[in-house]
């Protein structure tokens, strides 16, 4: 081989690899190539991360990382091992950061259980990860789970409230979902409460961004009561927070039972661009109230079934005629 040939399949060479970095691909091809002395690889930082266990608050979700394969457990049974792709270039731990993987799809050993993962990504220092269950003879479920990194994402004693199991049995007496973030239009709040006695009479008040028109959708006012007072004292009819219709409250409550989210838990301290999404839900069985606290983080469905309902009470209240 004469030297100019040398030369150029030199420049060949290292303009592939250029075109490695550039893509998806980089991580699978070319982290191998920038493992020489004196040459960096940016996604290192993002790689050290990942390589570890991470489990869910509640202990049903697990996954191991170990180089470019990932491990997803349920209740501790394995069911997905594949490998797994990202692209980053430096932008940071706490960025969202999505994984690409090249089958979506496995079941079970038997067969009776198949599941598509939607989505995995880290932010934060946490895995979330989006997962659709398919069961023969029943309806789809989707999950959307928090794991946290072994190492220094478990939350301290007192941090995240166990989740108490729902009964169907169980009456959805209040319902409240605020999330902050860095953004605005990210930002929301959500109260839906029942007042004491029959029928129940759940009232709205909600502060949301419409994610189709991106209009900022309001309705009802927050500094009025949910049980027939001001917050000052004085009595208010609830006209002020519109009700919601009792079917759409029912259809809210079926959801809950089935949503499966995972528990809630703060931001870590000193994470000022993160986002803290809290859903607390407040149910009364056998004449006993208690609260679940629940992430919001990637509940994405359940956000779409408020802004809905939100639609319907915004709808019904203009339609129905004013009291002279």
Request: glycine share 8%.
């Amino acid at each position: 081989m004469t030297r100019k040939m040398k030369i150029m399949l030199g420049i060949l060479a290292s303009a592939a690899l250029a075109a490695l970095v550039g893509t998806g691909l980089y991580l699978r091809f070319g982290l191998q190539a920038l493992d020489r002395p004196g040459m960096e690889n940016p996604a290192g930082p993002m790689l050290e991360l990942l390589n570890a266990d991470w489990m869910s608050d509640d202990g049903v979700w697990s996954a191991r990382i170990e180089g470019a394969t990932l491990d997803l457990s349920y209740r501790q049974e394995l069911v997905y091992s594949g490998g797994f792709s990202f692209d980053f270039q430096g932008d940071g731990l706490n960025a969202k950061t999505e994984l690409s993987f090249d089958d979506k799809q496995f079941e079970s050993e038997d067969g009776s259980v198949s599941s598509t993962m939607e989505s995995l990504s880290v932010e934060n220092r946490k895995l979330y990860l989006v997962i659709t269950v398919s069961k023969a003879g029943e309806a789809n479920v989707r999950q959307q789970m928090v794991l946290n990194r072994a190492e220094s994402g478990k939350t301290t004693e007192g941090e995240s409230e166990k989740i108490r199991e729902v009964s169907d049995m169980a009456e959805l007496m209040e319902f409240s979902w605020h999330q902050s973030a860095m953004s605005f239009s990210d930002c929301f709040d959500f109260q839906i409460k029942t007042a004491e006695g029959k029928p129940a009479a759940p009232r709205l008040y909600c502060d949301y961004t419409d994610t189709e028109t991106g209009e900022r959708i309001e309705i009802g006012e927050e500094s009025s009561g949910f049980q027939g007072f001001q917050l000052d004292g004085t009595r208010t009819d609830n006209a002020a927070c519109p009700p919601v219709p009792l079917e759409r409250w029912e259809e809210l409550a079926d959801f809950l039972r089935k949503a499966e989210l995972s528990p809630y838990s703060p931001p870590e301290p000193g994470l000022m661009d993160a986002t803290n999404s809290n859903i607390q839900v407040t149910w009364r069985e056998n004449g006993e109230k208690f609260t679940n606290s629940y992430s919001g983080v990637y509940a994405h469905e359940l956000l779409k079934l408020l802004q809905d309902i939100a639609g319907e009470v915004s709808r019904n209240a203009f339609e129905e005629p004013k009291p002279e």
